[in-house]
């Protein structure tokens, strides 16, 4: 493990990916991961070729509870999916894209493929814009944003180092 937070991370990209329609819907490059090597995964002026767009955020976490049981430990960590269209047709973009992408999630369990370290996973605070101007990046169309409730369990021992 190299963190649990960043597993996690990994483990929603790689639910995602391993879903033919999310790899056919998304380009690789269009896919804005936080978790590479370069300086900004993300371009300040998007083209149309560069949307579809999926950007996976990190976002806040809830309470760290170290003694959750005897031998366990939990914490939850949300992440936001943001999917940007560049289409204002929402039968032709946002609707089937986020069917896409709730079926990809479905189809990776409630553990998103981790072993032990995913209890359970939601999805919620989904919301669609027209247009989202707020990332000041020229994107127009349907945005998606979906918020991804992770809650990790740990070992007190393995993972934490205490008793």
């Keep these: ?12 990209w790689n639910a995602l990916e391993a879903s033919a329609d999310f790899c056919g ?8 991961k936080f978790t590479t090597d370069g300086d900004v995964p ?19 976490g809830g309470p760290f509870q170290p003694g959750r049981t005897s031998t366990s430990a939990s914490v939850t960590q949300t992440f936001r999916l943001t999917l940007s269209t560049g289409d204002l047709r929402y039968h032709k973009s946002a609707g089937p894209l986020k069917w896409i992408v709730f079926r990809a999630l479905a ?6 493929g ?10 919620s605070d989904s919301s669609d814009l027209p247009d989202d101007r707020a990332m000041q990046r020229g994107v127009r169309g349907w945005t998606v944003s979906i918020t991804i409730t992770a809650e990790l369990w740990l070992s007190r021992q393995a993972d934490l180092g205490t008793p």
């Design 42 to 60: 993300y371009k300040a002026a998007v083209q149309d070729g560069d949307l579809p767009e999926a950007m996976l955020t990190p976002g806040g």
């Design 25 to 32: 819907a998304i380009l690789p490059g269009n896919r804005i």
């Design 114 to 123: 981790t072993t032990g370290l995913v209890r359970k996973v939601t999805f």
């Design 1 to 12: 493990m190299t963190d649990p937070f960043t597993d996690v991370y990994n483990a929603i």
């Design 107 to 112: 189809q990776a369990g409630q553990t998103l």
